[in-house]
């Protein structure tokens, strides 16, 4: 696992958005596994600059995202479908044929489940960008979630019901389940870059990259890939040892 602590948010998400547009650069089809939440805003808008100043170009580029709340359809301003249109596709080049966010509506969720492993299956991921939520959780993997895990539908703690709660107006419930893709799925992809920025990020940060390698802590299983970069602005890197540092920008 390689480890890069920034000085701050600006960095941390210039230094992301280098290494996705260094994968799109030699591979211009490449397939990106992406993620909403606050983390990547920055990373996003870095990638649009790049794309608007002619650097990179989406044109080829295939989506697969992470996750998507149960009973929110594309349109909702709280699904994660408008968020990804919102933050990124809305300003770049990509077809929006070439983007798919796991389906959370209708009556046969199982089969949402299937087709999206199904289309996983048979669009392999470059390079797949994650956040990690305060209970170490990726996707809405939450603690316990096996390992070997596929797109499934889950029942959201109230940790996290609570922590995405920031992001829906007042009045508005934070749906009590979601779709997500599973952590086998997230550590096929052939890089795995996960982006945390803040002091309430830190406790897990150092159970990801210090703890065991438990399901307690869904996001330890990537110390177990082959490719993982983990970008870290300083606060969020404030229980980690310089020892497991591998490069501070
Ligand atoms: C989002 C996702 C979540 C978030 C995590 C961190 O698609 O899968 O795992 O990455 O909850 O969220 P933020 O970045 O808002 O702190």
Known sequence: MRVIVTENYEKLS???????????????????????????????????????????????????????????????????????NDNLFDHIDILKDNVRVPDGTGKDLDKNCKDYDAYLEKTPRDLQLLGIGGNGHIGFNEPKTPFGSKTHIVDLTEKTRKDNSRLFKEGETVPEKAITMGISEICQAKKVLLVA?????????????????????????????????????????????????????
């Open 197 to 249: 920025n803040g002091e309430n990020k830190a406790d897990a940060v150092y159970k990801m990259v210090c703890g065991p390698v438990s399901e307690d802590c869904p996001a330890s299983v990537l110390q177990l890939h082959p490719d993982a970069v983990v970008v870290l602005d300083k606060a969020a890197a404030k229980r980690l040892d310089a020892s497991v540092i591998t490069e501070t920008l």
């Open 14 to 84: 210039e230094v992301a958005a280098g290494i996705i547009a260094k994968v799109i650069v030699s591979k211009p089809d490449a397939v990106l596994g992406l993620a909403t939440g606050t983390s990547p805003i920055g990373t996003y808008k870095k990638l649009i600059e790049y794309c608007e100043n002619g650097l990179l170009s989406f044109a080829k580029v295939k989506t697969a995202n992470l996750d998507e709340y149960v009973g929110l359809s594309p349109s909702h301003d709280q699904s994660y479908h408008y968020f990804m």
